[in-house]
């Protein structure tokens, strides 16, 4: 393995791999890549979801998809048919097997597992140098995927922090036609929280609690909240607990500086992967991947995730605010958003397809007063995001 390549990677998660993946697509023409990876065996620890057709990057991978989802606020309940863009699951397991067939074929790219950044990057005479627990390494060029700040309290808007398990249970529980994909039905006053439900077989589900919150939010403070989630779904009968997954997403994260020189490239889900108002990153972080490859056959240097446009993240941030300053009618908003006639529109949005028409439409399925009052504030943020990521 080389200690001098021309890319390092630090990180071989989601965002890493997926840049790998699409590198190693490029034959002789793919840099020589270290990736820099803590783990030494990568585990099935996490789903990834996203909306999308047999066409959609990865979508091969899917190990489940619906056309059938629900979002459940006390008596209201809207269901919405996604048969046009199931909803598809990818397990770790398979994105992790499928990245590793695609580096171990082309012999330009290692990863160095179990090995730990030690020390900051710093630029010396026009390389990159990296110090880890396994060595010291020299780099044209970085990606970072690492997140470039702690889950913490003013870090983003709000924190989507989530526990969840997978489990079997002796009897049919689950309808396998239908994800819960928001039931508001385990309160918590003062923050926004809901139940989540994957169902995998009629025995078998991921069942999650998510919590919008200021404050992150460990797999311990959910522990309580799970336990009842999961009790609620068996009605007091058995089950066996297949695997655990637990994680914090931002949503709306304060803006970060751009990266001073053109060879060090932030990335992933801390750095602009995520969707602020929601949390989905998965498709995000391919079509950022995707754009990488092209430009490194084109010549060009990597850039990290692109801004999205003015528009979508002044709506972005908007929907937070109002989420942020009034959480007791997160459930009334998200029912009348997906209970609206062409829920079309709203999957779209979602997945960063949205046309003008789309947000037009979503903003009269919604309540004005409570956007009217966040639109101040929300547009001085917008604009104060967007001249710390142009200094």
């Known amino acids: 393995m080389s200690t001098e390549p021309e890319l390092l990677i630090l990180g071989g998660g989601c ?45 091969d991978l899917s190990c489940h998809q619906w056309s059938t989802m629900m979002v459940r606020a006390g008596r209201r309940i809207a269901f919405v048919d996604c048969a046009a863009t199931p909803y598809r699951m990818i397990a770790a397991a398979d994105f992790y097997a499928a990245a590793q067939r695609a580096i171990a074929a082309n012999t330009r790219i290692t990863i160095a597992a179990g090995e730990r950044v030690t020390t900051a990057p710093v630029k010396r005479d026009g390389r990159w140098q990296v110090s880890t627990s396994g060595g010291n390494y020299s780099a044209a060029t970085v990606v970072d995927t690492r997140p470039a700040a702690p889950a913490e309290h003013g870090g983003a808007t709000l924190w989507q922090s989530f526990s969840g398990v997978e489990i079997d249970c002796d009897s049919p529980m689950f309808d396998p036609a239908c994800v819960d994909l928001m039931d508001f039905s385990l309160k918590e006053p003062g923050r926004i929280q809901f139940v989540y439900v994957l169902p995998l077989t009629a025995r078998r589900a991921l069942i999650e609690v998510t919590v919008f919150d200021p404050m992150p939010l460990a797999a311990a403070d959910l522990a309580d909240a799970l336990e009842q989630a999961v009790a609620a779904r068996v009605h007091g009968l058995s089950y066996q607990v297949r695997r655990a997954e637990q994680g914090i997403l931002p949503m709306g994260a304060v803006a970060a500086a751009a990266p001073v020189d053109a060879g060090y490239v932030r990335a992933g889900l801390g750095n602009g992967g995520a969707r602020p108002s929601s949390g989905y990153a998965f498709q995000r972080i391919q079509r950022w991947a995707a754009g990488c490859a092209v430009r490194v056959a084109a010549g060009q240097p990597l850039q990290g995730h692109v801004a999205d446009p003015f528009l979508l993240r002044a709506m972005d941030q908007l929907f937070l ?65 967007r001249r710390v990521v142009s200094a």
């Open 15 to 59: 965002a890493g791999l997926s840049l790998a993946m699409q590198l190693a697509a490029l034959g002789r023409d793919c840099p020589r890549t270290v990736i820099i990876e803590p783990r030494t065996v990568y585990a099935n620890d996490r789903t990834w979801c996203f909306w999308g057709t047999p066409a959609t990057p990865l979508a």
């Open 321 to 385: 605010s109002v989420l942020s300053a009034q959480p007791a009618n997160a459930p009334a908003l998200f029912v009348a958003l997906f209970g609206q006639h062409d829920a079309a529109r709203v999957l779209r949005f979602l997945s960063d397809e949205g046309t003008l028409a789309d947000y037009l439409a979503l903003i009269a399925a919604l309540p004005v007063r409570p956007f009217l009052q966040q639109i101040p504030a929300t547009l001085q943020r917008v604009l104060r995001q």
